[in-house]
T-cell receptor
């Protein structure tokens, strides 16, 4: 039962252009969403998050959009840089289900930013 | 000065052996986790401890036993290793649990290969 889905395993973008990574979820109890970035042989690192009471959160070149009715979120990176090449994981949390601080992750999207 | 450190980074062992993976965090966090990333790249929670108390125990074979001697350490012991246990195991920590967002800080992972 995959509650968080990233249907694009890979994405290739030219340097300077916008990267858009997508994530869909099925559990309507999720109320926090996060994006993590992972380089090879390293652990995932936190990038940006959004609460379900918002529809947009911005941090520098990174913006996360949340569409609750569609159960969809996206991460926009603009402008994309070669150093952004990594695997991006979407994650979600349901705060009030008594499940501790459990994050449910998607399977990741490999972003490649080309020169 | 690594925030969440796991040892060993790589572990190759034969079927039927017993092995342990150690994790330590120096962030002062109250909560620690073990996640497993399988060959399909799913990052799935296994266990979580909050102040040495087990709070999340997903459906994991009882050959896997976590141990938290103090809140800065969470070790994972695996008995009678099987081929299907081959994966990357990530340790993580967070400041707490509860009905707000606590992002994780991950270790760099332990790649376990069972032959």
């Amino acid at each position: 039962d995959q509650q968080v889905k990233q249907n694009s395993p890979s994405l290739s973008v030219q340097e300077g252009r916008i990267s858009i990574l997508n994530c869909d979820y099925t559990n309507s109890m999720f109320d926090y969403f996060l994006w993590y970035k992972k380089y090879p042989a390293e652990g995932p690192t936190f990038l940006i998050s959004i609460s379900s009471i918002k529809d947009k959160n911005e941090d520098g070149r990174f913006t996360v959009f949340l569409n609750k009715s569609a159960k969809h979120l996206s991460l926009h990176i603009v402008p994309s840089q070669p150093g952004d090449s990594a695997v991006y994981f979407c994650a979600a949390k349901a705060s009030f289900t008594g499940g501790g601080n459990k994050l449910t992750f998607g399977t990741g999207t490999q972003l490649k930013v080309e020169l | 000065d690594t925030a969440v450190s796991q040892t060993p980074k790589y572990l190759v062992t034969q079927m039927g052996n017993d092995k342990s993976i150690k994790c330590e965090q120096n962030l002062g966090h109250d909560t620690m986790y073990w996640y497993k990333q399988d060959s399909k790249k799913f990052l799935k929670i296994m266990f979580s401890y909050n102040n040495k108390e087990l709070i999340i125990n997903e459906t994991v074979p009882n050959r896997f036993s976590p141990k938290s001697p103090d809140k800065a350490h969470l070790n994972l012991h695996i008995n009678s290793l099987e081929l299907g246990d081959s994966a990357v195991y990530f340790c993580a920590s967070s400041p707490g649990t509860g009905a707000r967002l606590y992002g994780y800080t991950f270790g760099s992972g332990t790649r376990l290969t069972v032959v």
